[in-house]
């Protein structure tokens, strides 16, 4: 029986064995463990163990093929008679005058020589200690029902908007809910646009106490509103002048965008606002009509979804559902669409002046959906393709239209018998905006 013994260099075992594995204490993420041995060579062998194990049998596995593999550098070849071919690779045996077992790896019978390739048997590796190592593991959170809001709202923006827009803010009951996704339709349901997912998660909620009316031109430090948000993980906070000028902490509360200063915690998720500017982009009309339950929706720019809708939609209804995760059904919001981000805002500062006829001459500012920022010394853009108005004079009873193309409108003396209602609308591309209101009184003729 003939017998060769050869010694491979070190460097084709691998100096470190990796196994990848799947770690219940890591709530079944990945994990992985390692077994290194010192000397030379660089090669690195990775295993992905498709299973559940603990961190110390994973680092036992990778101990053993480390070591295995190391074992394996020797190698013994044994050219044996006809009568080994019974033989079979996986078999362990031993060698006559030497000690050890070895485990057969191949087997080749040529010329009535079988040839066995032997390799070392290694024993068994003892238990590994290892840990797991530090678990980010993800908040076990109720992601909770899908609440989506649609509205429309004067364009946020400096330019103007060319299309209708209405915009789409969900949240959820649950702090876990992260987005859902969305379909509107533009003709009551018969066919319905896929619009991908939500945005961000919306802090939204609920109004519980309205603030009573005030004007748009000052600060409301009497008034507050209190609100309750969709669930207590949800949190709002202050803005100082800087950042109220840039646009933060604007919402929506029913129709009236509002800006608040201070966002006080009552507890749960009820917090009370304060500091407030009202009627911001021109929703003055909208102060103080608010009722209990109407909407509180806190507009940021990544938690808004924006749609540019055809202008055939002014006037009509846009229905939209949103889908969850943890929604048994889609849920719907309506909006309807009367052209809020597309129309001027209405006119401001209407004044008259009595001239020496009896007549009075009736002014008024202009304002525009792109001239927000009030730059002193230069007039609002037009935004508009041209300046006109439409004034709705009445006077005992009956009413006039009159088209005029610049702030000014005249009331006869003979209409001013009793007081005159002036209601002006400024004419703008897309329609119509709401009405600037001025009573004129009767006038007085000396006896």
Not at 167 to 178: H, I, K, N, Q, Y
């Amino acid at each position: 029986m003939r017998r060769a013994r050869a010694v491979a260099a070190i460097e084709t075992v691998p100096r470190t064995v990796t196994v990848g594995y799947y770690d219940a204490a890591r709530d079944y993420q990945a994990g992985v463990q390692r077994a290194r041995r010192p000397g030379a060579g660089v090669r690195d062998d990775r295993v992905e163990v498709p299973a559940v194990l603990e961190a110390g049998a994973a680092k036992t596995v990778a101990e053993a093929m480390l070591a295995r593999a190391e074992a394996r550098r020797v190698r013994r070849t044994v050219a044996a008679g006809f009568g080994a071919m019974a033989i079979a690779p996986g078999a362990c045996v031993t060698i006559a005058g030497e000690g050890g077992v070895w485990r057969v790896s191949d087997v080749s019978i040529e010329g009535m020589v079988t040839t066995l390739g032997l390799v070392p048997l290694v024993a068994a590796s003892l238990p590994a200690t290892a840990t797991s190592g530090r678990v980010s593991g993800a908040v076990d959170a109720v992601v909770g029902a899908t609440i989506v809001r649609a509205f429309e709202v004067p364009g946020l923006e400096e330019a103007p908007l060319s299309a209708p827009r209405m915009t789409v803010v969900a949240g959820g009951t649950g702090a876990a809910w992260r987005q859902a996704a969305l379909l509107y339709s533009v003709d009551d349901g018969v066919s319905w646009v896929a619009a991908g997912a939500t945005a961000a998660p919306g802090v939204l909620g609920t109004i519980a106490v309205v603030a009573s009316s005030a004007p748009a031109t000052l600060v409301d430090l009497r008034g507050a509103f209190e609100v309750v948000l969709a669930h207590a993980e949800m949190a709002l906070g202050d803005a100082d002048a800087a950042a109220l000028d840039r646009g933060v902490n604007l919402a929506l509360l029913g129709d009236e965008l509002v800006q608040f200063g201070r966002a006080e915690p009552l507890g749960g998720a009820r917090w009370r606002l304060s500091q407030l500017l009202r009627g911001r982009r021109g929703t003055e009309a909208a102060a103080g009509v608010q009722k209990v339950g109407e909407r509180f929706v806190l507009l940021e720019a990544g938690a808004a979804r924006a749609f540019d809708l055809p202008v055939s939609v002014l006037g009509r209804e846009v229905r939209v559902i949103a889908s969850g995760v943890g929604d048994d059904a889609p849920v719907e919001a309506r909006c309807v669409m009367r052209g809020a981000s597309v129309v001027p805002p209405s006119p401001v500062h209407l004044r008259f002046s009595e001239e020496a006829d009896g007549s009075a001459a009736v002014r008024w500012t202009r304002r525009s959906r792109a001239g927000w920022r009030w730059i002193d010394g230069v007039d609002a853009p037009l935004a508009e393709e041209v300046e006109a108005y439409r004034v709705t004079v009445t006077a005992g009873g009956t009413s006039r239209d009159v088209d005029v193309a610049e702030p000014l409108v005249s009331v006869t003396a003979a209409e001013r018998v009793g007081s005159v209602s002036i209601a002006v609308r400024q004419r703008g591309v897309f329609g119509e905006s709401l009405a600037a209101n001025l009573i004129v009184p009767p006038l007085i003729v000396p006896a």
